[in-house]
Nanobody, 117 residues
Framework: EVKLVETGGGLVQAGGSLRLSCAAS????????IGWFRQAPGKEREGVSC????????YYADSVKGRFTISSDTAMNTVYLQMNSLRPEDTAVYYC??????????WGQGTQVTVSS
């Protein structure tokens, strides 16, 4: 059974930092993408960042480029999202997302990030 467990959300003032972690288990694929989406109240879920297991390439949404950094441990069992220079508009529930292929996509339970102004 695939499991994604997120930790690290919380309340921070604007300009502050948080680090999210996603511990992934229950799969043995060599080629997959894992990362983060977020959903703010009243808005659609949007992709934030992801990393590829095959070559380590990364993707960032324009809104977080230069402020957020995605990384992983050597085995890519745990993926991190370092969020710096946080803004009130970053407030959202952040979801870990694992894509094994077009038909096998998994989500974590979500962790709340709140940035106060």
């Amino acid at each position: 059974e695939v499991k994604l467990v997120e930790t690290g959300g919380g309340l921070v003032q604007a300009g502050g930092s948080l680090r999210l972690s996603c511990a992934a288990s229950g799969f043995t694929f060599d080629d997959y993408a894992i990362g983060w989406f977020r959903q703010a109240p009243g808005k659609e879920r949007e992709g934030v960042s992801c990393i590829s297991s095959s070559d380590g390439s990364t993707y960032y949404a324009d809104s977080v480029k230069g402020r957020f950094t995605i990384s992983s441990d050597t085995a890519m069992n745990t993926v991190y999202l370092q969020m710096n220079s946080l803004r009130p508009e970053d407030t959202a529930v952040y979801y870990c997302h694992l894509r094994l292929d077009d038909t096998r996509v998994y989500w974590g339970q979500g962790t709340q990030v709140t940035v106060s102004s």
